[in-house]
């Protein structure tokens, strides 16, 4: 007599799905697997399981490694997937073996990871991964930096205003000023109403606006002088303080990983490239 087949349970609602991503995170999850956040081209941040991704030996473990793009193929519940295959498709060598690159590659992360999911996530895919390549290259990482800061916060409905007065409006004006509270680049005449308005020279608002509104192919090799440099950084670092609706980190390691480098006299070719 032919035993009775069992009713189908949990696994019949399970559905096989595809993913191209890049690895922002993997960590320990249980003893065995490892719980892997990906950025992917379609569905934004999708974490995750690897059974068995911790073993000796596990090919899933080798392919999932942070910042590093794959291919996926996962099994979908109603909580987290759970991987089924794993293929590399591009990897950054100068990412994995330098702490101050890697350091600049978690940065990016932690941003991409307050985005959340999202079906349209391919434009913010393609800024990542134009992040990466460029951080595994000779641009400055602070410049690299800002382009995916502007266009994190412009995918959160928070980026600044850099073409017209942030607080009047005005567009016939120069703007001279940034303030966080204002919500961008204003004039001379709100200046002064403005507590944490602070000058913004003309150098750094060309390279805000440009990569406000510039796609990540029509981005040419990132050069300028460092006090430029210091100050498109610093206007980002403080609009996100006043913007980002958490608190960020990993910039912070980055610079201080970086700090012993400069003071050694080792500082990247890129830092000190001239602007043209």
């Not at 690895?23 to 068995?52: M, N, S």
């Not at 266009?151 to 940034?178: I, M, N, S, Y």
């Amino acid at each position: 007599m032919r035993r009775k087949r069992r009713a189908p349970g949990k696994g019949a609602r399970e559905m096989k799905e595809g993913e191209q991503g890049v690895v922002l995170r993997v960590r320990p999850y249980g003893e065995r697997d490892l719980l892997v956040v990906l950025f992917g081209k379609t569905q934004g941040r999708l974490p995750l399981i690897a059974r068995g991704g911790r073993k000796l030996g596990s090919r899933v473990h080798a392919v999932l490694q942070p910042f590093r793009v794959v291919e996926v193929r996962y099994r979908k519940t109603r909580e987290v997937g759970t991987v089924t295959q794993a293929e590399l498709l591009e990897r950054f060598p100068p990412l994995e073996e330098d702490p101050v690159r890697f350091a600049w590659a978690a940065y990016g992360a932690e941003l991409l990871e307050h985005v959340g999911e999202d079906r349209d996530a391919r434009p913010l895919y393609d800024v990542y991964l134009w992040y990466l390549r460029r951080l595994a290259g000779n641009d400055p990482p602070e410049l690299v930096a800002a382009y995916l800061e502007l266009a994190t916060l412009r995918a959160q409905g928070l980026a600044p205003e850099l073409h017209r007065c942030a607080r009047c409006g005005r567009e016939d004006v120069p703007l001279v000023a940034f303030s966080s509270e204002a919500g961008g680049a204003v004039c001379a005449d709100c200046t002064p109403l403005l507590s944490d308005a602070y000058p913004l020279s003309s150098a750094a608002l060309y390279f805000l606006r440009a990569f406000a509104q510039l796609p990540p192919g029509r981005i040419g090799r990132l050069t300028a002088k460092p006090d430029t440099i210091d100050e498109v950084a610093r206007h980002m670092d403080v609009f996100l303080a006043h913007h980002w609706p958490a608190p960020l980190h990993a910039k912070r390691v980055a610079r201080e990983i970086s700090r012993p480098l400069l003071v050694a006299g080792e500082e990247p070719e890129s830092e000190t490239a001239k602007e043209t």
